[in-house]
């Protein structure tokens, strides 16, 4: 059973606009999550992270939001450009439990011109 | 500094031979993770280590899989015998000690197993 879902497996948005990429995780315990950004024969690279002390994190034009009731989590991108077209990987961790992060199966998001 | 380096970038081999996977850390990072990539499971964790030593290998599918750190600079991946079913991408990753740190991927090691 996925403990870290990504239920979209693509998006597409227009350039200019805001891209939305969502991910539900199902253990309560997690408490620090990432999104990686990968593209074609490259390893997935660090975008952001949020901790579970928080519900909101801003880094230029990305944002995550986390709901912990709703074992949800989103991020954002504005406004979003062709170069962030790739799969994102949203990751989740149980402090308490290590260094092991699960990771969801990824959003491919095109950004069309 | 260079970041995570992986070797081979493509390895194409035969059923049952060996297979050896190379990692060279960031220097400097604590943790060495070891993941594969495929279009069934996704990104999983097989092994991490903390200062060379293992400390998870839940995620190693079985017996035909091992992974050494033998100094904090070096680490391998070996499959024998390989395959088919093993065809995936192999991710090295590494990461500082601790705290809310992210990890540094290499780009990976395309495997193909005939």
């Known amino acids: 059973d996925q403990q870290v879902k990504q239920n979209s497996p693509s998006l597409s948005v227009q350039e200019g606009r805001i891209s939305i990429l969502n991910c539900d995780y199902t253990n309560s315990m997690f408490d620090y999550f990432l999104w990686y950004k990968k593209y074609p024969a490259e390893g997935p690279t660090f975008l952001i992270s949020?901790?579970?002390?928080?519900d909101k994190n801003e880094d230029g034009r990305f944002t995550v939001f986390l709901n912990k009731s709703a074992k949800h989590l989103s991020l954002h991108i504005v406004p979003s450009q062709p170069g962030d077209s790739a799969v994102y990987f949203c990751?989740?961790?149980?402090?308490?439990?290590?260094?092991?992060?699960?990771f969801g199966p990824g959003t491919r998001l095109s950004v069309l011109p | 500094d260079a970041g995570v380096i992986q070797s081979p970038r493509h390895e194409v081999t035969e059923m049952g031979q060996e297979v050896t996977l190379r990692c060279k850390p960031i220097?400097?990072?604590?943790?060495l993770f070891w993941y594969r990539q495929t279009m069934m499971r996704g990104l999983e964790l097989l092994i991490y280590f903390n200062n060379n030593v293992p400390i998870d290998d839940s995620g190693m599918p079985e017996d035909r899989f091992s992974a050494k750190m033998p100094n904090a600079s070096f680490s391998t991946l070996k499959i024998q015998p390989s395959e088919p079913r093993d065809s995936a991408v192999y991710f090295c990753?590494?990461?500082?000690?601790?705290?809310?740190?992210?990890?540094?991927f290499g780009p990976g090691t395309r495997l193909t197993v005939l």
């Open positions: 949020i901790s579970s002390i928080k």
């Open positions: 990751a989740a961790r149980e402090s308490n439990y290590g260094q092991n992060f699960v």
């Open positions: 990753a590494s990461s500082w000690a601790s705290g809310y740190n992210e990890q540094f």
């Open positions: 220097s400097g990072h604590d943790y």
